[in-house]
Every structure is written in C-alpha cells, then in structure tokens.
C-alpha cells in the first residue's frame, strides 16, 4: 500500500510539474473589462471601458482610403448563457478621411444619419450610441432581475485584403504564421460578455 | 405635410448644389474661381442656417468682407463648421466678380444626403493621380488605362473606382485588385493606387495539417513531434522530427518525416505531394505479450521505412479526391536482413465546410473516407485493405463552441503493426491508455466523441471500442474536463466502466 502510495504521489507531482511548466509558458488571457450600464431617456445604453475595435488591420484599412463595413450585435441575457432577452443588430460604414485625419462614420439600413470629424475613440463611442436598447424591451425581466449583456461586432471589407500567405519578405510574423498555421485575419472581429448588471433606479 | 415637403425640397437643391459644387472639376473651377488677393465683396453659408453657428465662427465669417481673398484662411473657416456640425461636409466656391472683388459661399450639405460621401468619406476629394502598381501598364488594356486616367480631376467616385477595379481583375485572370488611397500632394486632392497582386481567397487544396505537438499522457509519458514547414503560398517542404510518439499508434516510433507539397500543379484544383519517414519504432511489454500470445496479429519490427506519392484532385475548394501509393520497408526485428513490403494504394475522399451564417456562430463540418489496399504491383508482402472513415462537427456561438466526432475503421486480411487502430490517448477515449483498451491494437474500431466547451473549460464524454474480428467489441466510456488556451490544453479524464477509478491527464500544446 505504501508503496502504490508513494508511486501514486510521485506520479500526481510529475504531473503537476509538467502543468507548471506548461501554464507558465502560455500567457493567461481574457483580462476582464468593465462594462458600465445607465439609463438615457427611455434607452438602455452600455459603455464598455476599454473596448476598441478601430484598431489593427482594420485601422490600417481605413488610413489606406478604404471604407469597411462593420456589423454589430447587443444582446441581453437572462442568465450568461441565455436565454436573449432582447437584441439589437446595427451596421456601420467607416472611412478615414484622409486629409481631415478624423473617421466618418455611417448608419446602414433604414435611417440615413452620418457624422464626421471624428477621433477613433468619438467614432467607437457614437457606434456604440447607436446600439441603445429601449427599456421597453427589457421589461419582461422584471426591474430588479440581474442580466448580462453580449457585444459582438465583425468587419466586412469590400476589397482583398493583402495575401499573408503571398510570396513575400522573410519575416518574424510570416515565420510565426507558417509554423502555427494561423488562419489569415480577413474579417477581424471579437466579442465581449458581462454582467450581471442591475437597471439603474 | 406640406412643411415637409417643402423642407425635403429645399434639402435635396441645396444637396444637389453641393454635389455640383464639389463635383466641379479643378480645371474647370480655375476659370471661374477668385483668384488669392481679390477683395471679398460678401460671404455667405449656403445649406445651413448661419444661427447654428457659433458667434465667434459667424464674426469671423463677416470678417472676411473687405478682406482680400486667402484660400487658407477660407479653408480653415470651412473645417470650423464642419468641427461645429460633424454631421455636415462643407465646400467653398470663391467667384470671382468684376473690378477684382470677389463671393464666398460655403456651401454646407449633410453627409447623409450624399450617397458617395456615406461610402466613402474621401469621395470629396479631386482624383488628382492614378496609378497601377504590381503589373506593367503593357499588361493592361490601352482603353482601360484611358478610363482609369479619366478618374484624374474628378471627384472620387466609389462606384466608379469600383468598376474600373473589376475591369482590371478581369483583364488579369488570376489577380487580385486592392485599391488605395492617399493623399495627393496638394490640399484636398488625393492619389488613387490599384495594386495588383496574386489571387486569393479559398485554397482548393490545403497543405497536410502540422503535426506539431508536444503532449504529456499519465499512463504514456512524453510525445514530441515538430513539423517545420518552408515555401510559399502554393509550394512547401516540410521537415518533420518526431521523439518518442505513442500518441498515434501502438507502436512508439523516433525518427524524421520529409514532406513535399505542391497544392497549384498547372491549376488550383490539382495537387501532388510526397512523403519520405525514416522511423524506428520502440515496443511496449504489454504490446509485445499481446503479441505473444497471438502471433497471427502480425511481426513486430525494427524500422520503418515509408514513400508515399499522391495526386489530389479538387472538385471545388470543399470537395477533393486524393489517390496515392504507400510503399513501406518493414526490417524485422529478429532478423535485420528479412525485409517486408507493405505496398498498397491509396484512396480517399473528403468534405470541408464551413457555413457562417449568424453573426458570432459558426459551424464546421468535415467528412472524410479513405482506403488502402496492398496489390503485389507494389510488391506487397501483405495482403490486407484498410478504411477509415471520420466525420467532425463543430458548432460555435460566442464563447460556446460544441465538438462532435465519429470514426469507424476496419482492416480485412493481415495488416502490419502500424496500420492497426488504436483508442486511449491526449485526443481519443480520454481516460483510458490504448496499452490497457488494446496493446496490440485491432483491426476494428469503431470512436465518437461530444464535447462542449465554455470559454476555456470543456466537458466531454467518449465512447469508443478498439477489437480483433472475432472476439467480442467492449465498449469503453470515458468523461472528463479540460482547459484550453489557445494551442495549450489540460484535460482529465475518467474512465467510466473500468474496474477501478484511475484519472488520466492529458496535457501539452499542439499547433
């Protein structure tokens, strides 16, 4: 028995050593970002801090005179993984004015609303104005009922993206991707879940 | 009603005044245009009730008359009210009037009126160069050339420029077309640059995936494997160094892998590839007494020494066949100079898909059957046929993502050791060791595997049985948890019909 024992613990310490070192070498990710949730009006409105989506390629589209096309979902949730309460889908154009330097920004579909002369932090926050929720909608949660909300945007382009796989320079970033065979980053897009929020009184 | 009406009415002139006025050609203008020191008789805002501009941008409006024209100076007041009113652009027409005065009227329209402008911001702008990069302009029609310079001294159009982009993927087959813009070296004009490149898009015919891993299994220690793919987009080479796998098969094998790949071979649907592995196998003892005890299973071996051309034919970029060779020098164990052929030919055929319907979801699906067959062509020593067929499903929404998996595999006639199926290891029948389900293999098998995963956590339930033909198919089960973290997971799994509880972990990185 005691040595079954000793074998087992040798074992489980062997193991343990290997998820160290493992662990260790693999940086954590998904650092958690602070949603705040108010009432403007009769609209729900969220601010997520920190949350940017004009940046990498599509920010370097955008200086390259290209406009891109950007899909939102909000969604809100009885519990973290459902059911949806409530949603909102809303498409935005982007462009970059190219001697302005500011973004221009674009409703799609119905409204015909356009703003420009903004900074990518002005033109983020105005998308996101746009996603408000009437209360209205939420009001088969009850008021006092706790809910998350869901935020998922992805960026469609118009034109072809350079080929990352193309012939091209030897360097650090195609290297990387030929070893892990990284999918290519056409339509850059991500998503954020949080809560539980409360309806402010 | 009528209000309204009117007010549309109003809106659309004066957006239709503000498209011509920002339509008009620079060298036309230049006729009509003020020229820079005539003395500035009025100013007007046109579009735009001169009230919902601030006091100080409308003083500094009236200032201008009396002043003499500077074009900067207007400049600088137009963005003011774009700055005030984000909602609006604004272009200035200084008209020239006689005795060296002049007019200034900035005239205001909504971006949401002008359907170029919504597209495109930079559709203000005068096109004042353009140019095709990547090709010879001999490679372009004269007639398209002449078209693309019509763009010069116009406004930007987006529609246009996009015709004129599909004009020239179509005089050059096989090309893609990415248009640029930039700034032009005077205010407000800018460069048009159609750059053209190679073709892109859904590969017909993908490279073999990378074998990379390296993975730590409680019952069978260490598997390394590198793959270290070179070449470019339709052309690769790929070395592979393998240490001490027991991942894939009940053999525990060391050795190199040389991969050469060519997935464009005069067109995108046909692909060639060649392997050459130099492997050594090393047995386990529970592997070896299985053996022992049912010599017919097969001969256990010292090396391993594989050729396997191919040919992969592509129906569309989901749907290929693939048909091959695979010719394998077995050098026995006992007696180094007896050498086995295991020579067959190889077919397959295999289904990818990948449907993304809804934002933030997406499914996957992957099918695939192959055969194998030895045929004294080949100068087989043995005489067997292998299938395997395998079925994948993947469904993502948001953070949750569920996996579902079938296999099923059957080998008639004597295979050698490597061709036979195993279960029990990082990726199969979590929970279970093959050493313990099988040591020696067997020539069925039948696998499914669900697993559901949150984020980085997952649960998931196999079922799997690994048997000889004619001895009675046990079914294993196994459950358990993991985390996954990019390429690095963590699982533990639990067989469920063993006859002790003893946990497996699984963990490593794979890419």
């Given at each position: 028995?005691i040595g ?19 662990v260790?070498s693999n940086?954590?990710r998904?650092v958690?970002?602070s ?15 920190g949350?940017r989506f004009i ?8 200086r ?5 096309q950007?899909d939102f ?5 009885a519990d973290?993984d459902?059911?949806v309460?409530?949603e909102r889908r809303?498409s ?5 004015d190219l001697?302005e330097?500011?973004f221009?920004v674009?409703?799609i579909?119905?409204?015909s609303?356009?703003?420009s002369h903004?900074v990518s932090a ?5 998308c ?13 949660l009850?008021?006092d009922?706790?809910f998350?909300i869901?935020l998922?945007?992805r960026f469609?382009d118009?034109?072809?993206?350079p080929d ?5 320079p030897?360097?650090?970033r195609?290297l ?5 065979r990284?999918?290519?980053d056409d339509?850059p ?13 | 009603?009528?209000r309204?009406f ?5 809106g659309?002139l004066?957006?239709v005044a ?6 008009f050609?620079v ?5 009509t245009d003020?020229?820079?020191?005539a ?10 009730a001169?009230d ?9 409006i ?6 003499p ?6 400049d600088?007041l137009?963005?003011r ?13 200084p008209?020239a009037l006689p005795?060296?005065?002049s007019?200034?009227?900035?005239l205001v ?5 002008d ?7 930079n559709?203000?702008y005068?096109?004042?160069?353009v ?13 398209l ?13 987006p ?6 982009d599909d004009?020239l ?19 407000g ?6 750059e053209v490149?190679e073709?892109?898009?859904?590969a017909?015919i993908?490279f073999?995936p990378s074998r990379?891993m390296?993975?730590y ?5 260490w ?7 070179m070449?470019?987009?339709?052309h ?6 393998v ?5 894939e098969?009940i053999?525990?094998y060391?050795?190199?892998?040389v ?6 071979v005069?067109t995108e649907?046909v692909g ?10 090393s047995?386990?003892?529970?592997t070896?007494?299985?053996l022992?005890?049912n010599?017919g299973?097969g001969?256990?071996?010292q090396n ?8 992969t034919?592509a129906?569309?970029?989901?749907l290929?066949?693939?048909?091959g060779?695979s010719?394998t020098?077995?050098?026995s164990?006992?007696?180094?100079q007896?050498?086995?052929?295991a020579?067959t030919v ?6 990818d898909q ?14 695939s059957?192959e055969?194998r067959t030895s045929t004294?062509a080949l100068?087989?020593?043995?005489d067997?046929?292998?299938?395997l067929?395998?079925a994948?499903?993947q469904f ?5 993502l569920v996996?579902?998996r079938v296999?099923?595999?059957?080998i ?5 050791l ?5 279960l029990?290891?990082?990726s199969t029948?979590r929970?279970?060791?093959k ?8 020539n069925?098998m039948v696998y499914?595997s669900?697993?559901y ?6 649960f998931?339930?196999d079922?799997g049985s690994?048997?000889?033909q004619?001895t009675d198919a046990q079914v ?5 948890v ?6 690095f997971f963590l699982?533990?799994g639990l067989?469920?019909?063993a006859d ?5 972990f699984?963990?490593?990185v794979s890419w």
């Open positions: 028995v079954t024992m000793a074998r087992n613990t040798y074992r489980y310490c062997r193991v343990g050593f290997v998820v160290i070192l493992l260790g940086p954590a998904g958690g970002q949603v705040t949730v108010d009432v403007v009006g009769d609209a729900v409105r969220i601010r997520p801090a949350f940046e990498g390629t599509a920010l370097e589209r955008l390259d005179g290209r406009s891109l950007v979902e909000l969604a809100v949730l973290p459902g059911p309460v409530s809303q935005f154009n982007l462009s970059y001697w330097e500011r221009s674009s409703l579909g119905t409204s609303r356009a703003i903004l002005d033109a983020e926050a105005w996101l104005d746009q996603l408000m929720l009437p209360v209205a909608a939420l009001g088969r009850g008021r009922e706790p998350w869901r998922a945007y469609h118009t034109e072809p993206a990352p796989d193309d012939d091209g030897f360097t650090l195609s990387i991707d030929m070893l892990s990284r999918a290519p339509e897009g991500d998503s954020l879940d949080a809560g539980p929020f409360h309806l402010p009184n | 009603m009528q309204g009117c007010h549309g009415l109003l659309l004066v957006a503000v498209h011509l006025a920002l339509s050609p060298a036309h203008a230049q006729g003020a020229l820079d020191g003395i500035i008789q009025s100013a007007e805002v046109s579009g735009l001169v919902q501009l601030s006091p100080d941008l409308r003083d500094d009236d200032a201008l008359v009396g002043a024209l500077h074009r900067e100076r207007v600088v137009a963005t009210i774009e700055a005030e009113h984000p909602e609006f652009v604004v272009a200035v027409r008209i005795d060296g005065e007019r200034v009227i900035f329209a909504r971006i949401s009126d359907r170029d402008l919504v597209s495109n911001i559709a203000r005068t096109v004042e160069s140019e095709i990069s990547g090709v010879p302009d001999t490679d372009v029609s004269r007639a050339r002449e078209d693309l310079q019509g763009l010069v001294g116009e406004r930007l159009d529609d246009e420029a996009e015709r004129l004009r993927e179509a005089e050059l087959p096989g090309r893609d077309v990415r248009r640029r813009i930039a700034r032009g070296s005077r205010s004009q800018i460069h048009v640059v159609f490149g073709a892109r898009g859904a017909w993908d073999a990379s390296w993975v299994h409680s019952e069978l220690a598997s390394g494997t590198l793959d270290l793919p070449g470019t987009r339709n690769r080479l790929t070395v592979g160094l240490v001490d796998d027991k991942e098969l053999e525990e060391t050795g190199y892998r991969r050469l790949e060519s997935r464009k005069v649907r060639l590839s060649l392997e050459f592995a130099d492997l050594r196998p047995w386990q003892r529970s070896l007494s299985a022992g005890t010599p299973i001969e256990i071996y391993r020494r594989t050729v396997e051309p191919a040919v034919f129906f569309s970029p989901q290929r066949v693939r048909g060779a010719v020098e077995l050098e164990l006992f007696q180094p007896d050498l086995q052929i020579g190889v077919a397959s055929i295999g289904f990948t449907w993304n319907r809804e934002l933030g979801s997406t499914h996957d699906v992957h099918a059957y055969v004294t100068d087989s020593d043995l067997y046929t292998r299938q067929g395998e994948r499903y993502q929404s948001g953070r949750n996996m579902a296999s099923f595999g059957r008639g006639g004597a295979a050698p490597f061709e036979r199926f195993s029990g290891n990082a029948l929970g279970w060791s050493f313990d389900v099988a040591p020696a293999g067997g069925r499914q669900l697993e995963r949150h984020r980085q956590l997952a998931f339930f079922a690994v048997w000889d004619g294993r089960l196994s459950t358990g993991g985390f996954h973290s990019d390429n699982t533990v067989p469920l019909n002790g509880v003893d946990a497996q699984m963990t490593g």
